[in-house]
């Protein structure tokens, strides 16, 4: 899967955003000093405007029907959801909003990483009734917390998804905070994931482009469309800077016209 008609084709689904393949050390912008030393200012501005342009779609989308608990999800590993969700939850901050984020990738959690938060209590132990929301969440910016995986078995995790003990705690966090986001696991290796998509308003797809096979894609459609949520759209991730280059010439005009520039 390359483009976005590709998606459109197979899926029928919208295109909520496309991501920019970039080369940088660092995986998400809008937390610290501004543009990276190792990004061009193109690459930068295209960047975050396709995180903002995620942000408004879901802010649009929940006019009309509630968006407040969001899954982020992927096929297989290496697509880039957990980049996504945490530079969406950023985004949402940017404009005031309150946000959580939690890491609900039980066998692989990177966000505490990414975030550079304690991983002592978090999501797991809150499906495990073993921890309380306030001390199982992080701030990591303006308005944003992070619920990392914690520390609880995956066992207990798994026996916490599967029963009312999930809703009740994304609506605890859904009191606290105006989005709930979720990371989760890859949908085409982890059944568990289904219960998280029923409990949510709407399911995020990520595709990886050049790397995300159709088949795959189509797979992971059908399985979510199980849990009864709607798939709201795609985000197209890592796409190569060559296929956005009309864009470029776009930036750059805009610039020029810029009296502040």
Known sequence: VQTEQDIRQLTG??????????????????LGSGQPEDMRQEDYFLFLEAFRRLRVEIQLLGRDIPMRRVMIASA??????????V???LTFGEVGKQVIIADAD?????LHRTL???????????????GELRESMSPVAEGVWLSPRGASSTALSRTGLGSQRLTEVLESMAAEAEYVLLDSSPILLIPDNLYMAAAVDGVILVVHSGVTRPRDLLRTKDILEKSGTPIIGVVLNQVPVKAVNQYYNYYRSYVRHDPKA
Do not use: I, Q, Y
């Not at 909520?16 to 995986?27: E, G, I, Q």
């Not at 590993?77 to 969700?85: A, C, D, W």
């Not at 550079?116 to 073993?130: E, M, Y």
């Open 116 to 130: 550079k938060t304690p991983n002592t209590k978090g999501f797991s132990d809150l499906l495990a009734g073993t």
């Open 106 to 110: 039980f066998h692989r959690p990177t």
């Open 87 to 89: 530079n969406l939850g």
């Open 13 to 30: 689904l919208p295109v909520l955003a496309t991501v920019l393949l970039v080369r940088s050390r660092r995986s998400m912008f809008l």
């Open 76 to 85: 297989l590993p290496g697509e880039g959801k957990s980049t996504v969700v």
